[in-house]
């Protein structure tokens, strides 16, 4: 349930707007419609081997910190594994994509700078993340294009807990 008062609230992480996809794994954000202008605050649980989304950059800055688990950042072509409470921050125009790693699951705190209408993406092409699944079927600045070939994330409206 989330509690509001004058504006600000608390919502619990299980009561959070949580998705899944079978190709890129749970997530939750924790904003009410429209609440959240300035900064995107995600948690996401990777599945070993699984990325988070697909390879992309985007010019607004990004940060993560690792809560759980392990995974592997791929960044700008290189790759690095990651541990509990590694913390990665990736100015603007940076290509990234988490995958997860190890025995279970992962679990990603994620920040993200907004900047409305001027927010864009870009999907390249990358051969370490088409290793990983998390390539673009094509370059493009589009969203849809850039997911056209996986089923749409689903609303989870009763997540078990905990998730993985």
């Given at each position: 349930m989330?509690?509001?008062?004058?504006?600000?609230?608390?919502?619990?992480?299980?009561?959070?707007?949580?998705?899944?996809s079978e190709e890129f794994g749970t997530g939750c954000n924790f904003e009410k419609e429209g609440s959240f202008s300035d900064v995107g605050i995600?948690?996401?649980?990777?599945?070993?081997?699984?990325p988070?989304?697909?390879?992309?950059?985007?010019?607004?800055?990004e940060d993560f910190l690792v809560l759980s688990g392990r995974c592997k950042v791929l960044a700008n072509g290189e790759e690095r594994d990651l541990e509990?409470?590694?913390?990665?921050?990736f100015p603007r125009n940076v290509s990234h994509v988490f995958v997860g790693a190890g025995e279970g699951p992962c679990t990603l705190l994620?920040?993200?700078?907004?900047?409305?209408?001027?927010?864009?993406?870009?999907?390249?092409?990358?051969?370490?993340?088409?290793?990983?699944?998390?390539?673009?079927?094509?370059?493009t600045d589009r969203i849809p294009v850039?997911?056209?070939d996986?089923?749409?994330?689903?609303?989870?409206?009763?997540?078990?807990?905990?998730?993985?």
């Open positions: 989330i509690e509001e008062k004058g504006g600000w609230f608390v919502v619990n992480v299980k009561d959070a707007n949580w998705q899944a995600n948690l996401m649980i990777l599945r070993p081997g699984r988070n989304c697909r390879y992309h950059r985007e010019n607004a800055q509990q409470w590694d913390f990665v921050h994620a920040v993200g700078h907004r900047r409305g209408e001027q927010h864009r993406y870009f999907y390249p092409k990358n051969e370490l993340a088409r290793k990983y699944g998390a390539e673009a079927p094509e370059a850039a997911y056209s996986v089923t749409p994330r689903k609303k989870l409206d009763n997540p078990e807990w905990p998730l993985d």
